[in-house]
């Protein structure tokens, strides 16, 4: 079992910049395919950018990729998503999630993570 709990979303202007983070706890946090979805009103949710935490690449959608980096901190458990250059359509709840493994594909196959945290706002204004 992983326990996720996210936090850092706020309110900014666009252009902004905010980080998120997901503090890990339960099993073994270095063989995970770990990773951050977005969810919008009225929209499915959509991978945002994933990592294996045992090292590697890490791979984003195509509409965050210069924007938005995603990162972690071994000694803490804890993932990181720094968004940079924040538009109006990046407005949404995201949501940290996890699954036992690598990240091949994993940016599209949403319903492969079994654990999720209970995700934190971000909006931005134009």
């Known amino acids: 079992q992983v326990q996720l709990v996210e936090s850092g979303g706020g309110s900014v202007q666009a252009g902004g910049s905010l980080r998120l983070s997901c503090a890990a706890s339960?099993?073994?946090?270095?063989?995970?395919?770990m990773g951050w979805f977005r969810q919008a009103p009225g929209k499915e949710r959509e991978g945002v950018a994933v990592r294996y935490t045992g090292g590697g690449s890490a791979y984003y959608t195509d509409s965050v990729k210069g924007r938005f980096t995603i990162s972690q901190d071994n000694a803490k458990n804890t993932l990181y998503l720094q968004m940079n250059t924040l538009k109006p359509e990046d407005t949404a709840m995201y949501y940290c999630?996890?699954?036992?493994?690598?990240?091949?594909?994993?940016?599209?196959?949403?319903?492969?993570?079994?654990?999720w945290g209970q995700g934190t706002q971000v909006t931005v204004s134009s």
């Open positions: 339960g099993s073994t946090y270095s063989s995970y395919c």
């Open positions: 999630a996890a699954r036992a493994g690598r990240c091949l594909g994993a940016l599209t196959l949403r319903a492969s993570f079994p654990y």
